[in-house]
């Protein structure tokens, strides 16, 4: 069964702290794997992506990376500020003759000053 | 660059009554899809749109939803009759070329059935 499953489910930190979530996934074939961030009462925005490929990308203090073997990425957050609160949720992509998104149900970070 | 445009932003209707969902995509994005995000879950896909055909409505329950993109632009999404458990965040989002396109959300509108 095509699945992605997030840990933690969600998370507390202290402004300025660092922080990790995992995304594990069963979707086969693998296509790509994006992190989005969603803010409260908004819509999800796209932080990185990761094809087979790629094990590592970085977008300013957010850096993704992807083991395709073991079926993990991780979502790293540097020095996090109080607008980083919001649900992080990994998304995996499948294609098999269609294109097909898998989301799993997001990490909900509360970052506190 | 425009986002997407969704409206309402909020709706609260009572069960069996109707209720519809619009959205404008970003210009010259072809692929259209609209989700159902439920409370502390992850958008669960209802039906995905290439231009103004249907590519994908596996998981859009036909007895009480129904989805068009007529002109291959703006869609629709209807609900009718509402049950308490249609009670989510109806989210569109377009996607401009291959599938390692980002999808661009909507802020989605807040249903409530009571």
């Known amino acids: 069964k095509n699945q992605v499953e997030q840990s933690p489910q969600s998370l507390i930190i202290l402004e300025g702290k660092n922080c990790t979530l995992q995304c594990n996934y069963t979707v086969s074939p693998f296509s790509n794997l994006r992190w989005y961030k969603q803010d409260t009462g908004r819509g999800p925005v796209s932080l990185t992506i990761m094809t087979f490929s790629e094990n590592t990308k970085s977008n300013g203090r957010y850096t993704a990376t992807l083991d395709a073997d073991t079926k993990q990425s991780s979502l790293h957050i540097t020095a996090s500020q109080l607008s980083d609160s919001a649900s992080y949720i990994c998304?995996?992509?499948?294609?098999?003759?269609?294109?097909?998104?898998?989301f799993g149900a997001g990490t909900r970070l509360f970052v506190k000053a | 660059e425009a986002g997407v445009a969704q409206s309402p932003r909020y709706k609260i209707i009572e069960k069996r009554q109707s209720v519809a969902f619009w959205c404008n995509p970003i210009?010259?994005?072809?692929?259209l899809y609209w989700y159902q995000q439920i409370l502390g879950q992850g958008p669960k896909l209802l039906i995905q749109f290439q231009n103004n055909g249907v590519v994908d409505d596996s998981q859009l329950p036909k007895d009480r939803f129904s989805a068009e993109r007529l002109k291959g632009v703006d869609s629709t999404l209807k609900i009718q009759p509402a049950k308490l458990e249609d009670s989510a965040v109806y989210l569109c989002?377009?996607?401009?070329?291959?599938?390692?396109?980002?999808?661009?959300f909507g802020n989605g509108t807040r249903l409530t059935v009571t």
């Open positions: 998304v995996v992509s499948r294609n098999t003759g269609g294109f097909k998104t898998i």
């Open positions: 989002a377009s996607q401009y070329g291959s599938y390692n396109s980002p999808l661009h």
């Open positions: 210009s010259g994005h072809a692929t």
